[in-house]
């Protein structure tokens, strides 16, 4: 199988609408593929690049950061 992966930089991803996460928080990844400020029971992904605030749907994360 060809793709392409990323492993830095900053992008936009599916967020749970109602977490939050300062800019330069941790942001994780939940067993359902979205971004999240909670690390219990998520992985580590990166840092919030903006505050991600009550109802986005997207959040801006620098990975591996």
Not at 12 to 20: F, G, Q, R
């Amino acid at each position: 199988a060809k793709g392409v992966g990323h492993c830095a930089g900053v992008w936009e991803l599916p967020a749970v609408s109602a977490a939050t996460g300062a800019q330069g928080a941790s942001a994780y990844v939940t067993s359902g593929g979205n971004v999240t400020g909670t690390a219990t029971d998520n992985t580590y992904i990166g840092k919030f690049w903006e505050a991600k605030t009550n109802g986005q749907t997207v959040a801006q994360v620098k990975l591996n950061a």
